[in-house]
């Protein structure tokens, strides 16, 4: 599965911003997915922002309850994180995943947890 992640940004405090990731498959077609924000600020370990299970269960970050938002589109294998009120804190690379279960086109199950690329936030104060 390849992920494709955007709509990051340079914001002001208290700004806001939307990100995406869209997963696309070539062998075959997706059954299941759980998905993942994670940040990685320079100097600093990556931490998981929010997830948003198969089934719709979310669960976030202590810092960003009640700032941000994680959705998911099945229909366009997306994923949204929307985030309100930016604090420079915020600023970091996000980074998409997906923990996944496809079928193949030969009829197999196949599960895999793939990274997409970093978007980079950027708060200003």
């Known amino acids: 599965v390849q992920l494709q992640a955007y709509g990051g940004g340079l914001v002001q405090l208290g700004g806001y911003l939307k990100l995406s990731c869209t997963a696309s498959?070539?062998?075959?077609?997706?059954?299941?997915?759980?998905w993942y924000w994670y940040r990685q600020a320079p100097g600093k370990q990556r931490e998981l922002v929010a997830s948003?299970?198969?089934?719709?269960?979310?669960n976030y970050l202590d810092s960003v309850k009640g700032r941000f938002t994680i959705s998911r589109d099945n229909a366009r294998n997306t994923v949204y994180l929307q985030m309100n009120s930016l604090k420079p804190e915020d600023t970091a690379a996000y980074l998409c995943?997906?923990?996944?279960?496809?079928?193949?086109?030969?009829?197999?199950?196949?599960?895999?947890?793939?990274w997409g690329q970093g978007t980079l936030v950027t708060v200003s104060s």
């Open positions: 498959i070539r062998i075959g077609t997706l059954s299941t997915v759980d």
């Open positions: 995943n997906a923990d996944y279960r496809a079928m193949n086109y030969q009829g197999e199950w196949v599960v895999g947890k793939d």
């Open positions: 948003i299970t198969n089934n719709g269960r979310t």
